[in-house]
């Protein structure tokens, strides 16, 4: 079960495929064509401001809590997007910023898939998709050597080229919703697809794809498995009307998901203040349970800081470069 929490990143990497390819299509079919710059520019002023003050407040707590340990070569590959070559090549940082290696794989898939899109048709979108997705397996499958040889299963999970099966049906799904909108989705099949997801990923726990010593049936069986997974929970919640869904309770997950970035960037932080100031011993089981709630407080109160007094003003600017609304900014 630990082990599937951490899927939630497969799902990360296959929802933000899906939108920022489809944000691009429709860009292109509204323009005629595709300004890469404003997208840079759009792709910047959303991730970088908290990407780089959270590595900038991380370096400098590792002076006050003896729990974080971010070396210099660390930082330097996170600076440079890098930090997912970094996990992948030594190892997670003791850091909070450890999570982040996503956000470089992230970085490096804006920078290059714009310049795709423009040049392609939907056609050719969808083949590209369709390559991406074979190449993902045929990685992991050449890299599962180099993993045993350095038992470093690491290898895989943070490798950029062991995740392109993931991005690619992204992609793959929302060329096809683009030519072919879906249809009405019925709750029946929406709970299939909820329930199918969450076994998915059971099984793929199962199979312990990122224990220190994976096996191969386990490599090329389980990530396939948690895409799968990634994909039937997104299909599940796909064109879902929320309006029907109680104020009280559609209010705060409205904005739980508009600060969803701090939520990741600062929830490793919030669980180690939380044991510090709650466990008094490793074994303080009771501690353990109250550190659990304070952390998720703590989650969503430096998330809502961070939105309301770093994020928002540069996302307002972001307004300025962007050609397809969105959503607004608060």
């Known amino acids: 079960m630990v082990q599937a929490g951490a899927f939630g990143v497969d799902l990360f990497f296959l929802l933000s495929a899906y939108l920022i390819t489809e944000l691009l299509v429709r860009e292109k079919e509204l323009k005629g064509t595709l300004n890469v710059r404003m997208f840079y520019a759009r792709r910047i002023l959303r991730i970088w401001p908290l990407y780089f003050f959270a590595i900038a407040l991380c370096a400098g707590l590792q002076f006050v809590l003896p729990e974080q340990e971010l070396s210099l070569a660390a930082i330097a590959w996170f600076l440079l997007l890098g930090g997912n070559w970094y996990t992948a090549l030594y190892r997670t940082p003791d ?16 920078l290059l898939w714009p310049l795709a899109v423009r040049r392609a048709s939907i056609t050719s979108i969808a083949w590209i998709a369709a390559a991406l997705v074979v190449a993902g397996s045929v990685a992991r499958w050449i890299f599962y050597g180099l993993v045993t040889v350095n038992t470093a299963p690491l290898f895989i999970w943070a490798n950029t080229f062991t995740r392109l ?6 992609i793959l799904l929302a060329a096809i919703s683009h030519q072919r909108p879906f249809p009405p989705v019925s709750f029946a099949i929406r709970a299939v697809s909820l329930c199918g997801g969450i076994a998915c990923w059971l099984a793929a726990n199962e199979l312990g794809i990122v224990l220190p010593d994976p096996s191969r049936f386990g490599v090329m069986v389980g990530y396939p498995l948690m895409t799968l997974g990634s994909l039937l929970l997104l299909l599940s919640a796909y064109g879902l009307d929320v309006q029907p869904i109680p104020r009280i309770v559609r209010t705060p997950l409205i904005y739980l998901g508009r600060i969803s970035y701090g939520l ?4 490793v932080l919030a669980f180690l203040l939380a044991r510090l100031w709650l466990l008094r011993s490793p074994e303080d089981a009771a501690g353990k349970i109250v550190a659990v709630p304070v952390a998720f407080a703590l989650t969503c109160a430096f998330a809502a800081l961070s939105y309301r007094w770093l994020e928002a003003p540069f996302l307002r600017l972001k307004e300025r470069f962007t050609v397809v609304k969105s959503r607004p900014v608060d």
């Open 165 to 170: 099966d993931t991005i690619g049906l992204g």
């Open 264 to 267: 990741y960037v600062y929830h």
């Open 95 to 110: 850091a909070f910023i450890s999570p982040l290696w996503s956000v470089s794989i992230e970085e490096q898939f804006y």
